[in-house]
């Protein structure tokens, strides 16, 4: 992926250095997170409830993390990425607000209650805000096996993909069903918000590509190869569980990669409408 050169975003906040001590969580609960709750997770305070044994999150006091430029290739690249969505999001609409981002390593307080690194990347509504802690990636390429930058990429994209939902209304109107129907019809609505993110992100790179030209030979391969590795079917396997459908929250191997390409090859949101596919 070409990206080196290009504009870095403002709205990065680095509290890499400003930890609030918060205790790294062990490779036995990461899995269980990404289990659960498939990764990049569209409800941080859920994953927190358990992963703290059900207690209420207390919100932690943290020292703002600094803004301006970042200093490391890792940062940069989230930065780069990041300015990347705010050029193609904002080209496409006019009244686009850009999300914020932080950079935090194991826990960082946010609106959504205490984020942790093992809930993977998330996006946090009420702060509008994206968290990346970037050990991230290295459980990405390593762990579940997607290397590259533009599989990054796809993660920073699919989470901004989120901020989108939020802008447009839908996060809220999922949001509002939660209790009033069951668990595995709120389980189907959280996969097609999922894989709008998903296609959302195909229209990222798309435009990206074309305004940019930031793909490389292998990069579309490596992005469907994420696309693959995390969907809820293959996480379950890979964990040695049997396959459960009713409880997918973010969608199968081959439903990710259908609407990531999906996204990349029309770079039409309008394309992204999971809500009325049939079938999804
Ligand atoms: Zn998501």
Redo the contacts with the bound molecule.
């Keep these: 992926m070409r990206w080196e050169g290009n504009r870095q975003s403002d709205n990065v906040e680095d509290r890499r250095a400003s930890g609030v001590g918060g205790r790294s969580i062990g490779i036995g609960s990461i899995i269980v997170a990404l289990i659960a709750w498939?990764?990049?997770?569209?409800n941080p305070l859920t994953v927190l409830g358990i992963m703290q044994g059900g207690a209420p999150t207390v919100q932690t006091q943290q020292a703002p993390g600094t803004t301006g430029p970042v200093d490391d290739r890792s940062g940069q690249f989230v930065a780069t990425v990041l300015a990347d969505t705010e050029d193609v999001w904002g080209g496409i609409y006019s009244n686009y607000k850009d999300p914020r981002l932080v950079l935090f390593r194991d826990a960082t307080s946010t609106a959504c209650g205490t984020g942790q690194a093992a809930m993977g990347p998330?996006?946090c509504p009420a702060d509008t805000t994206v968290y990346i802690d970037l050990s991230f990636f290295d459980e990405l390429k390593s762990r579940l096996g997607a290397p590259g930058e533009f599989a990054q990429a796809y993660v920073i994209a699919?989470?901004v993909?989120?901020h989108l939902q939020r802008l447009q209304g839908t996060t809220q109107k999922i949001d509002s069903m939660r209790g009033r129907i069951s668990q595995t019809e709120y389980n189907q609505l959280s996969v097609r918000?999922?894989l709008q993110?998903?296609c959302y992100a195909g229209v990222w790179g798309h435009h990206a590509d074309r305004q940019r030209k930031i793909l490389e030979g292998g990069d579309i391969e490596a992005a469907m190869n994420a696309a693959a590795k995390i969907g809820d079917d293959a996480l379950q396997r890979s964990a040695g569980r049997v396959v459960r459908p009713e409880s997918f929250t973010?969608g199968t191997s081959d439903q990710r990669q259908r609407w990531f390409y999906t996204g990349l090859k029309s770079g039409d949101p309008q394309a992204c409408d999971t809500f009325n596919a049939s079938p999804l």
């Design positions: 498939g990764v990049f997770g569209i998330f996006y699919h989470e993909g989120h918000l999922e993110a998903d973010h």
